[in-house]
T-cell receptor, first 112, second 111 residues
Framework: KAGVTQTPRYLIKTRGQQVTLSCSPISGHRSVSWYQQTPGQGLQFLFEYFSETQRNKGNFPGRFSGRQFSNSRSEMNVSTLELGDSALYLC???????????FGEGSRLTVL | QKEVEQNSGPLSVPEGAIASLNCTYS??????FFWYRQYSGKSPELIMSIYSNGDKEDGRFTAQLNKASQYVSLLIRDSQPSDSATYLCAVMMGGYSTLTFGKGTMLLVSP
């Protein structure tokens, strides 16, 4: 059974640009969550989707957005990138309303 | 603000010893608690979940929960160098599958 797949794995952007990250959950998992991980702040919750609906959103500015498609694949977008957006963005999927998350390898974003 | 607190470490233990990792949380109504392990350069992986007061054992790992004290711990018996990693405590505070993570405790097991 394939795990959670995130693309791209690494990317470099400059300030002001935008970026789109993709996540394919484990087959059968309908919940997809996104987290930002930085050395200083640790893992911080961005948003969670279930059946194409955003059920929960973390305390991030509106530049951070996401969506989920009918096949449960999810994307997140960050517009007007800032240096502080440099981080590892992790996607996780789960089967039901539990905290038993399965994480992808992450997308490491560097903003110059 | 709802928080999960962990000592950042590193916690250093010799091979074969018991490693004790601790976590406190601020939201008294939290019901679900998790320990994730993250190796350097890798993504977190779930190792234990606990939902009721008391102990839950799984192989060399024991999770302990005390809701009255808002305290969760993870014991690793017979620690191995391969256990060297950052251990993340996570608490379900926002419902659904939303977790609030602590910043993690780095564990170093020396041969």
């Amino acid at each position: 059974k394939a795990g959670v797949t995130q693309t791209p794995r690494y990317l470099i952007k400059t300030r002001g640009q935008q970026v789109t990250l993709s996540c394919s959950p484990i087959s059968g998992h309908r919940s997809v969550s996104w987290y930002q991980q930085t050395p200083g702040q640790g893992l911080q919750f961005l948003f969670e989707y279930f059946s194409e609906t955003q059920r929960n959103k973390g305390n991030f500015p509106g530049r951070f957005s996401g969506r989920q498609f009918s096949n449960s694949r999810s994307e997140m977008n960050v517009s007007t990138l800032e240096l502080g957006d440099s981080a590892l963005y992790l996607c996780a999927s789960s089967t039901r309303n539990t905290g038993e998350l399965f994480f992808g390898e992450g997308s490491r974003l560097t903003v110059l | 603000q709802k928080e999960v607190e962990q000592n950042s470490g590193p916690l250093s233990v010799p091979e074969g010893a018991i490693a004790s990792l601790n976590c406190t949380y601020s939201d008294r109504v939290s019901q679900s608690f998790f320990w994730y392990r993250q190796y350097s350069g890798k993504s977190p992986e779930l190792i234990m979940s606990i939902y009721s007061n008391g102990d839950k054992e799984d192989g060399r790992f024991t999770a302990q929960l005390n809701k009255a004290s808002q305290y969760v711990s993870l014991l690793i018996r017979d620690s191995q160098p391969s256990d060297s990693a950052t251990y993340l405590c996570a608490v379900m505070m926002g419902g659904y599958s939303t977790l609030t993570f602590g910043k993690g405790t780095m564990l170093l097991v020396s041969p």
